[in-house]
């Protein structure tokens, strides 16, 4: 099962992303998750991507992007 973690717009690069704080706590320390763990992020702005973990740093995990799509926004209220 592949968790869902949020990134922010400016870790995303064309090929990686950067989960920081306590998202990349929780993926370490928690789920226990690590280098080859298969994850999904999503930004927030509309886009969602397939990764895996590469790297893991003490502040940062660091993942490959497999895949990127586009997701509609939600409706507002």
Do not use: K, N, W
Not at 1 to 13: C, K, L
Not at 37 to 60: K, N
């Amino acid at each position: 099962m592949r968790r869902r973690f949020f990134v922010r717009a400016e870790d995303v690069g064309p090929e990686t992303l950067r989960l920081t704080g306590d998202d990349a706590a929780h993926l370490v320390h928690a789920l226990r998750l690590g280098p080859g763990a298969q994850i999904i992020a999503f930004d927030g702005a509309g886009h969602e991507y397939d990764a895996l973990g590469s790297r893991i740093d003490a502040d940062a995990v660091h993942c490959l992007i497999r895949h990127q799509r586009d997701t509609p926004a939600l409706p507002g209220v």
